[in-house]
């Protein structure tokens, strides 16, 4: 039987050091954080290996070690393939086409936040749209993770689940609001040498209950036959393939947060080698930090909560001091995606949806917008936490993070990124906006006005098409749409020109010939 009793006095006292220490790294990084674009970007200084770090932690959250930890237990191998596998191959097919382009965006453009672009290559209502729906989204899908955190501590420590969202929130929130994208960078960097060390040590806590390093191997036998097969139940080939696809649109900027990582490099040369080492990150580490999950029935069966798994195993396994180190780790992982989603959307609201509210539709001054980023930053993460307070109403942590998240950010991902490319000139506002309402109307009628049918479908179904309609509806139409009516947009070809990624020692391609081109032609 696990251990059921609460955390020690020093498991608190280290978890207590790391929140110090987070709140320390984002009040020092106050002092680097000047401008907007300090606070937004960086002011495009984060190096290719920090950008990649952060990357990689700004990917996903504890909900892994809560949702993913119930998929491992019931599903087994197949989890690392449709998910690590998968965003590895995600981040290779896309390093040579978007991360530079990304980079390059700021360097040609100024841009500061990763919808900037979209008013010229579309225009200010397509890109008002896909503002505000993204904004909304993101609010919800950060509210799966506060509450993936939660449930850690109220397994660990017995604390309410109200009360660990409050608690994580909070230091988030304050570091988060005080050093900008630099402290998100700077504590992501702490949190994955913290969760190196937590993640090994319990590797090799389960190793030694089950025989020695000939446990990786031997396990399978012991585990259901179902559990070391590539694909299984619900988890089909098919499903692979469209996660993959999601994947490809998520991490290569689809999800803003991860767009600002490779805006924050200073070329295109250090943005798309901080997608190469992230990719190397989810092919070689989820391998540790799965097969924990993996191994979890054979010393923990039956659990009624497999979600619980994780956490059970390392009050089981782990002496006082390790599992407060572990629970940080855990949180490590929550803490540095929201953080960045914060920055993220402060960015989107402060450089395009304020704005646009606007009669003249311009700017404030520098520093406006770095308070306004700080008040945006503060109410985002306020209103996620919210969010997670209520989290069963909208089916749980795997139904946030997977079928609400997964399913609606290929409609937003899709003008964003595919605008950048060349194939895609032709569709333009209408494309756009077209194929935005069509994968949300396919949502919504896959989630709830056929949702009875397709639970019923042979051949576990359910989670394939629901993640696999709308994606695959949006991305039908944007390219249909603007092969039936093409775009007259003029600004396309000149700004499709220069986002394209130059050389390390390139100059920057704004000047103020081409700026009055671009000018010229962009629709008013």
């Known amino acids: ?65 809560v949702g993913f930890a119930a998929i491992a237990y019931t599903a087994g191998f197949s989890l ?80 309410p689940t109200a009360y660990g969202v409050l608690l994580t929130g909070a230091v988030t929130l304050i570091y988060s609001v005080v050093g900008g994208l630099w402290a998100d960078a700077l504590t992501d960097m702490s949190q994955f040498l913290i969760q190196l060390v937590a993640g090994s040590a319990m590797l090799i806590a389960v190793l030694l209950r089950l025989g020695g390093i000939s446990a990786i191997w031997s396990i399978w036998s012991r585990l259901p036959a179902t559990h070391h097969h590539l694909f299984t139940g619900q988890y089909t080939p098919a499903f692979a393939v469209v996660y993959l696809l999601i994947n490809v ?17 200073p070329d295109p040369v250090q943005a798309r080698k901080a997608a190469l080492l992230s990719a190397s990150l989810y092919l070689i580490w989820p391998l ?23 956490a059970l195993l390392t009050k089981m396994l782990l002496p006082s001091g390790l599992i407060g180190l572990v629970l940080a780790g855990l949180f490590a992982h929550t803490m540095a995606m929201t953080s960045s989603d914060a920055n993220a959307i402060s960015a989107v609201v402060v ?38 307070l209520t989290a069963n109403r909208f089916g749980g942590v795997i139904g946030l993070l997977i079928l609400w998240y997964a399913a609606l950010v290929g409609p937003i991902a899709i003008p964003m990124l595919f605008g950048m490319l060349p194939f895609f000139r032709r569709s333009g506002a209408t494309a756009a906006i077209a194929s935005w309402i069509i994968g949300a109307i396919a949502f919504i009628l896959i989630k709830f006005v056929f949702a009875f049918r397709i639970a019923h479908l042979p051949g576990d ?18 390219y249909l749409a603007g092969l039936l009516w093409p775009s007259q947009n003029l600004a396309i070809a000149p700004l499709l020109k220069l986002i394209q990624p130059q050389s390390a ?8 010939g081409v700026e009055r081109k671009l000018e010229a032609c962009r629709p008013s």
């Open 351 to 388: 450089r395009d949806i304020l704005p646009a509210l606007r009669r003249d539709r311009s700017r404030p001054s520098d520093r406006v917008q770095l308070l306004s980023g700080r008040i945006c930053t503060l109410l985002f993460l306020a209103s996620s936490m919210g969010i997670a």
């Open 1 to 65: 039987m696990p251990n059921t009793a609460m955390m020690s006095n020093l498991d608190w006292t280290v978890l207590t050091a790391y929140f110090v220490l987070m709140l320390g790294m984002g009040l020092w990084a106050r002092t680097k954080v000047k401008t907007a674009s300090d606070f937004f970007t960086a002011g495009g200084a984060m190096p290719w290996w920090l950008s990649g770090i952060s990357h990689h932690m700004s990917g996903y959250s504890s909900a892994v070690f």
């Open 249 to 265: 649109l998520s991490y290569n900027g689809g999800t803003w947060n991860l767009a600002q990582r490779f805006i924050a490099t």
């Open 461 to 478: 179904l359910t989670t394939t098409i629901t993640v696999a309609g709308p994606v695959l509806s949006s991305l039908a139409v944007f």
């Open 80 to 159: 690392y393939l449709w998910w690590a596998c998968s965003i590895c191959l995600a981040l290779v097919l896309g390093a040579g086409i978007f991360p530079g382009r990304w980079s390059q965006m700021r360097r040609s453009l100024g841009i500061i936040s990763p919808l900037e672009y979209l008013a010229t290559r579309y225009n200010l209502p397509a890109q008002q749209l896909l503002a505000w729906s993204g904004a909304l989204l993101k609010i919800f899908d950060v509210g799966a993770k506060w509450t993936a955190a939660a449930i850690l501590l109220e397994v660990f420590a017995g604390v």
């Open 505 to 512: 020692d390139a100059q920057p391609l704004l000047n103020a």
């Open 288 to 310: 540790i930090l799965l097969f924990p999950m993996w191994a979890a029935p054979l010393l923990l069966p039956n659990l009624a909560e497999p979600s619980q798994s994780y």
